[in-house]
Nanobody
Framework: QVQLVESGGALVQSGGSLRLSCAASGKVSSIITMDWYRQAPGKQREKVAR???????EYADFVKGRFTLSRDDVKNMMYLEMNSLKPEDTAVYYC????????????WGQGTQVTVSS
């Protein structure tokens, strides 16, 4: 099993910045990819950024140039630095990991709320 815990969500003004954190525990060595998703009220969950199998950071077009993905493998942490925040970035942000535990499993954190006021 893999456990994921997000933190760092807050209320911020438009143009502001936040850093989200995702702490992974359990069988972290089984993790293949890690991602950030978000879900706004009334909308489907969408992928924001991910580390690919080759550890390349990939971003959705709507956050390119504003958000930066990073990780600390010693601490088993993944971070999402969010700059130039817009009201449309308001959502619950989720950390996701795909792990190989015999079969491929998906693990999700509980989410952290980001609210951007105009």
């Amino acid at each position: 099993q893999v456990q994921l815990v997000e933190s760092g969500g807050a209320l911020v003004q438009s143009g502001g910045s936040l850093r989200l954190s995702c702490a992974a525990s359990g069988k972290v060595s089984s993790i293949i990819t890690m991602d950030w998703y978000r879900q706004a009220p009334g909308k489907q969950r969408e992928k924001v950024a991910r580390f690919s199998r080759t550890d390349t950071a990939e971003y959705a077009d709507f956050v390119k140039g504003r958000f930066t993905l990073s990780r600390d493998d010693v601490k088993n942490m993944m971070y999402l630095e969010m700059n130039s925040l817009k009201p449309e970035d308001t959502a619950v942000y989720y950390c996701h990991a795909a792990a190989a535990l015999g079969s491929l499993y998906d693990f999700w954190g509980q989410g952290t709320q980001v609210t951007v006021s105009s």
